[in-house]
């Protein structure tokens, strides 16, 4: 399901440890993981301090594009959730600065409550 729920643009819950043990080294002392997601080929992960996108880029991936949002700098969030029918919810965040909303899909079961209560905890401080 994971490559299926891929390219349908959907995202799929990554393992801490494994992005610890990939991403770890750009976070700062006492940041932690709260949870992450990729989708296809680029991953975001939202930590106790902010959210990182990290954009996987050429041919093998190597190069990273990786966008630091800080918690602070998010106006609002939106999340619509999956109907009975429907495949995917849909989290939305807007960022003071940026032009556009930056909006992720996600699987109906794959942790959006979560994602809804972080951001809460983080951005209503």
Known sequence: MGLFSGLLG???ALDETKLMAEYG???IDGET???GFTLIRDTFVFTNKRLLLIDKQGLTGKKLEIIT???RSIDFYLLETAGTFEMDSELKIAVKGMPTIITKKFRKDDGLDAVYKILSTYVLK
């Open 33 to 35: 993981i709260e949870i």
């Open 69 to 71: 949002i800080p918690y």
């Open 10 to 12: 959907l995202s799929t």
């Open 25 to 27: 080294k750009y976070m």
